[in-house]
């Protein structure tokens, strides 16, 4: 997800060998959407994760917000269905996904701006489709992963991207340095 804030670029240019979306799945409670908000760190922005996406449209403006990675939370019944099928492997490689939206019973279809790379994350786990396995890292995360309330909430409490005395603040540097590097292979 090192590659997210510049997909966009490198759609742009043609050279997408390479991006992957993310999905992270596996058992409750084993702090997959706080591993997504640590992304922040890379890039010195805050996250915000999405619970509410449940149609093709609404997923589609997501990745149109930003170029920072979109979390998509508890995505399995979205990432699911037949018609999501084309706009995730679209969003990856090209620059536009599409979206059929039904307005007063007429459908159109928009083309939303895949700015940023999806990362999905769930708890059922199932055997993903040969088109998702080709375009996305998958993640699972075992039951030996288990945190309970409380750690979970010491950790956000001490590592979360809001404070700025967080430890992870380093991980900037990680950001920065990628960003020096990839600059160069976009412009070449």
Known sequence: MLWS????CIKEIGKTKGLYGLILTGT???????????????????????????TISVF???????TLP???????TLISREDMQDP??????NKDTPSTKDKTNIQCTIDYLALGLPIFTMNEYEEFKNFITRRYHISYYPSS???????????E????????????????????????KIIPYIES
Do not use: Q
């Not at 589609?60 to 930003?66: A, D, P």
């Not at 995730?88 to 490689?93: G, W």
């Not at 992963?145 to 950790?155: G, P, R």
């Open 5 to 8: 804030p510049f997909s966009w």
């Open 145 to 155: 992963m288990v945190v309970d309330d409380e750690t979970a909430k010491e950790f």
């Open 60 to 66: 589609g403006s997501r990745l149109e917000e930003s």
């Open 28 to 54: 409750p409670k084993t702090n997959k959407t706080g591993s997504c908000l640590n992304f922040a760190w890379l890039y010195s922005t805050p996250l915000e994760r999405e619970k509410a996406v449940s």
């Open 157 to 180: 409490n001490e590592y979360a991207p809001e404070y700025e005395d967080s430890p992870l603040k380093a991980l900037r540097h990680l950001g920065r340095a990628f960003a020096d």
């Open 70 to 76: 979109a979390i998509i939370d508890e995505s399995y």
């Open 88 to 93: 995730m492997k679209r969003c990856i490689y």
